[in-house]
Nanobody, 124 residues
Framework: QVQLVESGGGLVQAGGSLRLSCAASGRTFSTYAMGWFRQAPGKEREFVAA????????SYADSVKGRFTISRDNAKNTVYLQMNSLRPEDTAVYYC?????????????????WGQGTQVTVSS
C-alpha cells in the first residue's frame, strides 16, 4: 500500500508564494509519475500539474502555467509544487497523486493513489 502525505498548505495573501510537499512511502517512487490536483468548494477536482518518473517531463494546467512549478526528488520520495503569484482563485484543497505509469497525465483516472489533501487559502 502506498501512502502519500501532503504538507505546506496554509493562508497566504494574493501575490504570495507557498511550497507544497508530498512524501510517498514505498520503494518504487521513482518508477511512477506524480501529479497535483485541486478541488475548490462546490467545484470538481481539477488537474494542476504532473511530472514524469524521471522529472524530465512536466505538464501544467493553463491556469497555473508560468506561476507554478512541479519538481521531484526521487532520493527523498518527495514531489513538490512551488506556487508563486498566488491568486484568490487558487484557493482549494490540493491533492498529490501517484500515477499508474511513469507518464505524466492530466486525468484523474491515470492516478492510482491519492493523499488526504492540504488546504491552500489565498486572501485578496
Amino acid at each position: 500500500q502506498v501512502q502519500l502525505v501532503e504538507s505546506g498548505g496554509g493562508l497566504v495573501q494574493a501575490g504570495g508564494s507557498l511550497r507544497l510537499s508530498c512524501a510517498a512511502s514505498g520503494r518504487t517512487f521513482s518508477t511512477y509519475a506524480m501529479g497535483w490536483f485541486r478541488q475548490a468548494p462546490g467545484k470538481e477536482r481539477e488537474f494542476v500539474a504532473a511530472i514524469n518518473w524521471s522529472g524530465g517531463r512536466t505538464s501544467y494546467a493553463d491556469s497555473v502555467k508560468g506561476r507554478f512549478t512541479i519538481s521531484r526528488d526521487n532520493a527523498k520520495n518527495t514531489v513538490y509544487l512551488q506556487m508563486n503569484s498566488l491568486r484568490p482563485e487558487d484557493t482549494a484543497v490540493y491533492y498529490c497523486a501517484r500515477g499508474r505509469t511513469g507518464i505524466a497525465g492530466a486525468r484523474s483516472f491515470e492516478y492510482e493513489y491519492w493523499g488526504q489533501g492540504t488546504q491552500v487559502t489565498v486572501s485578496s
